[in-house]
């Protein structure tokens, strides 16, 4: 289950080089402001040349601390590449630390060339990231872009302050029965799960039942590597810093994966294999992290992790719909992956590339478009987390612009929202598809 993550925050970038085009060479003034290491120098470069509605989504501590954050995970980052893009600037970069990363900005067209957007993605080589979308003139083209797009299979929905503006279906969700996807169907959300257990830990730390800084034998001193449970907390966890790595691996699909029910059982699997690098020293996407994660949310809660997820964020969320289905008997309204990995010209049920029987805290539950908006706008609002700890969540400011997303072969997710827009396409096709054409809505919608 390959998963990218997506961020459309305000922060992030790379070295030097004379530019001729006002927005790249705003783009890459940027780059060097950030490259300073000086937060006051990035935040002189913000308060110059970001138009006030990009800054009025953060205040100036919000911008201080996702750049101090952004300097921790990933240090300085040199610029491999700069592309024009559909009106838009796409810079590839290489960060310190951590994989691949691109930046694309939206500049102002005249004078004085202000930072009217930028887009930060993170993971995954170019190649991987699908062609360029067409421009988007705004939510009544939106129908008509969608088809011209093609074979486009899923749901968009759009919505301004959580009321639904525009919301169709296309495709089918079952190809050999001829079903139609529906407003209603329930799609693969990939590791947008991730974020349904991030918010579990926060909510279990604002109990007071965990601790960030902890390592993972203070809540599971049964771990079998008792030298990493030692050594990597749940922060590092959370962030990708643990140097711990996959689940999806050629020793696991040699394997069967359908038996693999429960976090315990993915413990057991791949608890001794060695660690990627030091924990806090590096950063590489780690799926069994957050399988770890899962068996701490069972471990402090004392219930399963599945039952925690449904009472404390679905049902607290409004999530009606949501859940972790058995792949063997998916609910009526449930959407199949198809995919066209893996050879064949023909997309083919993607039931053999499941991992398990019902998802895992890394990716894998189910949701309609009306949940992930009732998700959204119920972190936003401060439902599922206290201030604090929804600050958390959303690295230092609540209504900040984000876009959260997951995908594997067949499966393709993706919510891209700020404070008052949000943007939802979910697909039972192979990535990118989702994840390129939320944040286009979004940024059609300004």
């Not at 796409?90 to 694309?104: D, F, N, S």
């Not at 315990?264 to 030091?278: G, S």
């Not at 209504?399 to 067949?410: F, I, L, Y």
Request: proline share 6%; hydrophobic share 40%; glycine share 10%.
């Amino acid at each position: 289950m390959k998963i990218a993550r997506y961020l459309l925050l305000l922060f992030l970038l790379t070295h030097a080089a004379l530019a001729q085009d006002p927005g790249e060479e705003r783009a890459l003034g940027w780059v060097r402001a950030y490259n300073s290491g000086s937060a006051e120098q990035m935040e002189a470069f913000a308060l110059a040349h970001y138009t006030p509605e990009v800054l009025a989504r953060r205040d100036a501590a919000g911008r201080r601390a996702l750049f101090e954050q952004m300097q921790q995970r990933h240090g300085k980052l040199t610029v491999e590449s700069v592309a024009a893009e559909n009106g838009e600037l796409r810079l590839e970069v290489k960060p310190e630390r951590g994989g691949a990363m691109a930046l694309t900005f939206r500049v102002e067209p005249a004078a004085p060339h202000r930072i009217a957007g930028l887009a930060i993605d993170i993971g995954g080589p170019a190649e991987d990231r699908g062609p360029a979308l067409p421009p988007l003139e705004g939510i009544a083209a939106l129908d008509d872009y969608i088809r011209k797009l093609g074979d486009f299979s899923g749901t968009v929905l759009v919505a301004k302050d959580g009321e639904v503006q525009f919301e169709k279906a296309y495709g089918l969700a079952n190809r050999a029965k001829n079903i139609p996807n529906k407003t209603t169907t329930r799609f693969n959300l990939g590791s947008i799960t991730k974020d349904f257990t991030k918010v579990a830990i926060g909510q279990l730390a604002q109990a007071g039942k965990l601790k960030l800084d902890a390592p993972i034998l203070t809540y599971l001193p049964n771990y079998p590597n008792k030298e990493v449970a030692q050594k990597v907390t749940v922060q590092q966890l959370v962030d990708h810093t643990s140097g711990l790595g996959d689940v999806f691996t050629e020793r696991f699909w040699k394997t069967k994966p359908e038996v693999m029910e429960t976090p315990q059982h993915f413990i057991d699997f791949f608890a001794a294999d060695p660690l990627k690098f030091e924990p806090g020293k590096g950063e590489a996407y780690s799926n069994y992290g957050y399988v770890v994660l899962g068996a701490i949310i069972e471990a402090v809660s004392g219930r399963s992790y599945f039952d925690y997820i449904q009472k404390h964020v679905f049902d607290r969320g409004g999530l009606a719909g949501s859940g972790f289905f058995n792949v063997r008997k998916l609910p009526a309204d449930t959407a199949i992956g198809y995919t066209l990995r893996g050879g064949g010209s023909e997309p083919r049920d993607n039931s053999e590339m499941r991992p398990s029987v019902r998802g895992i805290p890394a990716g894998g539950s189910y949701s309609p478009a009306r949940d992930l908006l009732r998700f959204d706008r119920a972190l936003r609002a401060k439902k599922l987390m206290n201030d604090e700890w929804t600050r958390w969540m959303f690295h230092g400011d609540p209504n900040a612009e984000v876009t959260w997303a997951g995908g594997s072969p067949g499966v393709n997710a993706a919510v891209s929202s700020n404070a008052t827009w949000t943007v939802v396409v979910l697909t039972n096709q192979d990535p990118p598809r989702a994840e390129k054409l939320a944040p286009k809505i979004l940024q059609s919608l300004r």
